[in-house]
C-alpha cells in the first residue's frame, strides 16, 4: 500500500516551511545588530552598584527600661502623617571605627550622648536609590544613655522618642532591626 501524498509515513515525515509572521516588519540587516550575539541585543544597562557602610543601634535609658528610636516621615503615605521608626545609624568616615560612627551618629540624631555595652550584630541589605544599586551593611550596638537632652537632627530625622523596651520590636518599621532585637531580647530586658 502507498500513503496518499502529504500524509506522511515513519521516516519519511515532509518538513513545512514556516513562514513570518505578516505584521512582522522586514528583516534589519543593520551591521551593529548582526554583530551582536542574541543575548547582548535586548540587554539592559546595569544600575552601578554602590557599597555604604553605617553604624548604630539602640540606646537604653538609665532607668533601664526604655529604648531609643528616630522617626520620619513616610512618603510613601498619602496623608504624610504615618512614622517610620528605626535605629538611629549613619555613614562611617573616613578613619573611624564603626564604634565611634556609632556614638557619633547616635549623638547627631538624637541628641543624646551614649556608651557602647555591647555589639548587637551587623545587617545588610539591598536598595534602590538615585537610579544606584545600594548594598548597605550595618554595624549595631546596645548603648547606655550618658547625657543630653532629645533633639531630633534637623535635616534627618523628624521625630525621636523614648518607648519602653517592651514595645521596641513593634514599633520598628524595617525586618531586618526587628529581627536584630527581637534576637537580642534577652540581652535587652
Known sequence: MIPAPGAGSEGTKKKRKRKRPANRGPQSNDSTNAQKSPSQKNKRPYAKRVDEVSAGGLVIDTTGTQGLLIGRIDHKDATGKRILWSLPKGHIEEGETPEQAAIREVAEETGITSSITKSLGVIDFWF????????????????????????????????VSWFPLSEIVDRLAYPDEKKLIARSGELIL
Not at 133 to 155: A, D, M, N, W, Y
Open 128 to 159: 534602590m536609590a538615585g537610579g544606584k544599586r545600594i548594598h548597605k551593611t550595618v554595624h549595631h550596638f546596645l548603648f547606655t544613655e550618658v547625657s543630653g537632652v532629645l533633639t531630633p537632627q534637623v535635616s534627618e530625622v523628624d521625630e
